[in-house]
């Protein structure tokens, strides 16, 4: 059953990756093929002022005002700076239509050589995998797009429609099939009085359906951010994944899952880990 779940999480679920642009920098290559960079703390810097840079010019296309434009650029600058070498305890559970999914504990290790080890098992993940540290491009969305919809005195949300020529430039993803019914939003929560990333939330603007085969009403990936003293950046906390629908085959569906990320820590002096290629950042 677990299998199942975990498959169908795949199927329907995020990785949220795309392309970088470092090509100045001497690539390695790890046991999973994935060709990667490292970047010292100042490299680091200069990576997320690049990431800044192109996020001012992005946001200057939409309708947003000039300090919720310095607002988001200045968090979103902050989501992705690597992913340094590091350990990590990982907890998921979740539920698949009426079963409950166990609660299952793991800790891993970002290594040097690319990739993410098991700590208490043989497991070798790919750098690219589920971790902490989330890849987005720096402008994943279409600034025109932008709608803010909430102001407070804490904090302030603004959706956007995703780029969908940056995000599945290959054609190759069942989405790509079906153009014009997927429509992903791109939800982001900052925190006002530090300028930080408090939450993201990629979705489904509206249901989609193919009649007598099945109707997707909800997928969703939410990641909720913190600083970690220890990395000297941000990561995901925890992560949350929603799909529910109906099949012809399967009948309702109804899934979801919830990871918690905990004991991050991370090796001195800082080295960041930068993928050059990674997989498309949507579903299917």
């Known amino acids: ?6 498959g169908l999480l795949c199927f329907f679920g995020f990785g949220l990756f795309s392309q970088t642009n470092e090509e100045a920098m001497p690539h390695s290559t790890n046991s999973k093929g994935e060709e990667y960079s490292v970047m010292d703390e100042e490299a680091m810097i200069a990576y997320r002022e690049d990431r800044h840079e192109q996020l001012v010019e992005s946001l200057a296309l939409s309708n ?5 434009q310095e607002l988001f650029a ?3 600058a902050a989501v992705f ?8 305890s990982q907890s998921t559970h979740g539920q698949m239509f ?15 050589a690319g990739q993410i080890e098991g700590k208490d098992n043989p497991t070798v993940r790919r750098l690219t995998g589920d971790s902490p540290f989330r890849f987005f491009p720096p402008t994943p969305f279409l ?3 932008a709608k803010l919809i909430k102001d407070s005195e804490r904090e302030a949300t603004v959706v956007f429609e995703l780029d969908l020529d940056e995000s599945d430039s290959n ?7 079906y153009p014009g019914e997927f429509i992903w939003m791109f939800e982001f929560t900052a925190n006002k009085k530090d300028q930080s990333p408090k939450r993201i939330e990629i979705k489904l603007k509206q249901p989609v359906r193919e009649r007598f085969r099945y109707k997707i009403t909800t997928v969703s990936t939410e990641l909720l951010y913190s600083f970690v003293e220890s990395c000297g950046c941000f990561a995901v906390s925890k992560s949350k994944a929603q799909i529910n629908g109906s099949s012809k085959r399967m009948g309702q569906i109804r899934m979801s899952m919830e990871t918690r990320f905990s004991d ?4 001195k002096p800082y080295r960041y880990l930068l993928p050059t290629k990674a997989p498309n950042n949507l579903p299917f």
Not at 64 to 68: G, V
Not at 81 to 88: A, D, L, N, Q, T
Not at 171 to 177: C, L
Not at 264 to 267: G, H, N, V, Y
Request: aromatic share 10%; with cysteine.
């Open 81 to 88: 700076v690597g992913i340094p070498v590091s350990s990590y």
């Open 98 to 112: 009426s079963d409950e999914i166990p609660e299952e504990r793991e800790s891993w290790q970002v290594s040097a």
């Open 264 to 267: 991050i820590a991370c090796e």
């Open 143 to 145: 600034p025109e797009t």
């Open 1 to 6: 059953m677990k299998k199942v779940y975990f």
């Open 171 to 177: 054609g190759a993803s069942f989405v790509s099939k």
């Open 64 to 68: 947003l005002s000039s300090a919720h």
């Open 74 to 76: 200045n968090a979103l």
